[in-house]
């Protein structure tokens, strides 16, 4: 498998401009995370799919954010307008949850570096 | 509120000796303790994990030790390698919540040749 691929690797953008950023996950995987990776706040869940449905969202930081998931092997998450403290890098995970013994630990993608100018 | 802490941002050791990160949570309903470790310009890579009904786990030169009462937990790598040089991030899982991972800041180990 060729595991969680993130597209694009780096976005720059304008301040205003919508930015979407695109995750595949680990095919069979029921669960989907969306990361964001700043200096001042470590590793933040933004949010959480289970079996495509959104389950946890209280990390999108504002209404500017949304994310989807059409199927299960597609996730998108769109900032519109972008600003300039939206820069970080974001990262999305699958994992596979289960019953008890058929967890899997989460698999993160390599991350799509955002700079918005 | 951070929920998981890791107090030490950076950390360096000598090849050959003992690396001791740390890593404390205030959340005492967590089930399941992660370390993760990241290269620059990669995604974090699951490492070495804990149960909460246990107090250590080990794989090769990594143990994993969880202190309960302490909340605390921590990852030691011996002997430490060039190649352990990298930021290692703590998680911790609610029960019944899926794989969804709260982390602590990150602590950047530097392994001197």
């Known amino acids: 498998d060729a595991g969680v691929i993130q597209s694009p690797r780096h976005e720059v953008t304008e301040m205003g401009q919508e930015v979407t950023l695109r995750c595949k996950p680990i095919?069979?995987?029921?669960?989907l995370f969306w990361y964001r990776q700043t200096m001042m706040r470590g590793l933040e869940l933004l949010i959480y799919?289970?079996?495509?449905?959104?389950?946890?969202d209280s990390g999108m930081p504002e209404d500017r954010f949304s994310a989807k998931m059409p199927n299960a092997s597609f996730s998108t998450l769109k900032i519109q307008p972008s600003e300039p403290r939206d820069s970080a890098v974001y990262f999305c995970?699958?994992?596979?949850?289960?019953?008890?013994?058929?967890?899997?630990?989460?698999?993160f993608g390599q991350g799509t570096r955002l700079t918005v100018v | 509120d951070q929920q998981v802490k890791q107090n030490s941002p950076s950390l360096s050791v000598q090849e050959g000796r003992i690396s001791i990160l740390n890593c404390d949570y205030t959340?005492?309903?967590?089930?399941?303790f992660l370390w993760y470790k990241k290269y620059p310009a990669e995604g974090p890579t699951f490492l070495i994990s804990?149960?909460?009904?246990?107090d250590k786990n080990e794989d090769g030169r990594f143990t994993v030790f969880l202190n309960k009462s302490a909340k605390h937990l921590s990852l030691h790598i011996v002997p430490s390698q060039p190649g352990d040089s990298a930021v290692y991030f703590c998680?911790?899982?609610?029960?019944?919540?899926?794989?969804?991972?709260?982390f602590g800041g990150g602590t950047r180990l530097m392994v001197k040749p």
């Open positions: 995970a699958s994992s596979l949850a289960g019953p008890a013994g058929r967890n899997t630990e989460a698999f």
């Open positions: 095919s069979g995987h029921n669960s």
């Open positions: 799919f289970n079996n495509n449905v959104p389950i946890d």
């Open positions: 959340n005492s309903m967590f089930d399941y």
């Open positions: 804990i149960s909460s009904i246990k």
């Open positions: 998680a911790a899982r609610y029960p019944n919540a899926g794989n969804m991972l709260t």
